[in-house]
């Protein structure tokens, strides 16, 4: 048994999710029967997340804001102006996406009970007044704005704190994450769960229904690959950007695509900006960071899905909540966990500028583990290959402002 086990853990986690999303149609089709201990799989995996996913976002937040330090005169500013600017237009090519492609998702009875926001002020009234939340309050009622605005401030108080606080907070970030880890980890028997429960009470037809939301993902992030960050290199190169966008989808999106994680594509993303003669007091501190807080592909998750689940319960968006969302997703995606999936247990904090509660939101998180096989190989693939394009393009241009200046 023990042999099978270490066998199942070297298979990589998609093709373990992959194998779980077939073996749950199958049993759907076939043995509705034993619905009760396939369902609790997917139950279990759910609740675990749901879980985790509050503490997990303080912890992470709170020690990426208070270990931040001043380092050399670089091309920082560049590139983080670079970093949010991606990720934002990330978020508002997926709303417009979403608008023009519009996605249903299928939700349990029960989940359509929902009571829409009046407008965009009813929204921002609501958020500030999460905003302001007690800080236990908001983590045991998996209030995200709120957690986000007490981590935010803690980690800033922080700052002048001791090194060995600094790093107390830091270890239970890494103990946090790899918590995370060991329930992704179980992601297979979730999903079979999941589907299995979705085929078998809605039939066959509700993961067919998923295609369409994975042409939206998959569209909105080839968009921004190949279109959207290009124009930005251009505008601030003002030369040919595709050579460079190509290189940097081969040797870094590639590798990502597999690992599934932009931590684990580090050193893939340094040795090529050493292929590419980029200063390297820049790239070792831009590189870890667009790990973290570069994430146009999870803004394109968070905003797609979060859209889906409001089409779904038929709630009206105007403009103005349209460009709050995406700024929302924008701010969201800088929070993902840098673990597989990381960006889906950030689309409660979404959901919730719509009213839409934490259980419905965290079944809109289920379905983002369905279509996840594809949708997170994706979505790593662009947030690191772009960690790369970003930090090249800020010294390609800064190089052709000096020898203009010269």
């Not at 978020?91 to 608008?99: E, N």
């Not at 960071?289 to 968006?317: C, D």
Request: net charge neutral.
């Amino acid at each position: 048994m023990k042999g099978l086990i270490n066998k199942w853990n070297k298979i990589s986690l998609v093709k373990r999710i992959l194998i779980g999303l077939i073996i749950g149609i199958i049993l759907a089709l076939t043995a509705k029967d034993i619905a009760s201990p396939i369902v609790i799989f997917g139950s279990l995996f759910v609740g675990a997340l749901k879980a985790v996913a509050p503490i997990l976002v303080f912890f992470l937040v709170m020690s990426a804001i208070s270990s931040h330090e001043k380092g050399q005169q670089t091309n920082m500013k560049s590139i983080l102006v670079l970093y949010l600017l991606g990720t934002f237009l990330a978020g508002l090519t997926a709303v417009v996406g979403s608008f023009i492609f519009p996605t249903t998702l299928t939700l349990v009875e029960g989940a359509k009970d929902v009571v829409p926001p009046e407008g965009i002020v009813e929204v921002l009234k609501s958020l500030l007044m999460n905003v302001v939340d007690n800080p236990v309050s908001a983590l045991l009622n998996a209030n995200y704005i709120g957690i986000l605005s007490w981590s935010l401030m803690l980690g800033l108080a922080l700052k002048n704190a001791s090194s060995s606080t600094k790093l107390v907070i830091s270890n239970v970030s890494d103990a946090l994450s790899t918590v995370v880890r060991w329930i992704i980890n179980f992601a297979p028997l979730g999903i079979m769960g999941l589907v299995f429960n979705s085929i078998a009470t809605q039939g066959i037809e509700s993961l067919l229904s998923y295609g369409h939301l994975i042409v939206v993902l998959i569209g909105c992030m080839a968009f921004i690959a190949l279109v959207v960050n290009p124009i930005i290199a251009y505008v601030y190169m003002r030369e040919n950007p595709y050579p460079l966008v190509f290189k940097c989808l081969k040797n870094s999106g590639i590798t990502a695509f597999f690992t599934r994680s932009s931590a684990a594509n580090i050193p893939v993303n340094m040795k090529l900006c050493e292929e590419l003669n980029l200063n390297k007091d820049t790239y070792s501190v831009s590189i870890p960071l667009g790990a973290t807080i570069n994430m146009a592909g999870a803004a394109i998750t968070i905003s797609v899905l979060t859209l889906a689940a409001v089409n779904t319960l038929g709630i009206e968006v105007d403009m103005g909540m349209a460009l709050l969302l995406s700024l929302m997703s924008a701010v969201s995606a800088c929070g993902a966990s840098g673990v597989a999936g990381g960006s889906l247990l950030l689309i409660p904090l979404a959901c919730s500028l719509f009213g839409i509660s934490n259980d419905i939101a965290m079944q809109v998180v289920g379905v983002g583990f369905i279509v996840g096989v594809i949708q997170d190989s994706c979505e790593t693939a662009l947030n690191s290959s772009t960690d790369v394009l970003f930090t090249a393009v800020a010294e390609y241009a800064k190089n052709r402002k000096e020898k203009k200046g010269a």
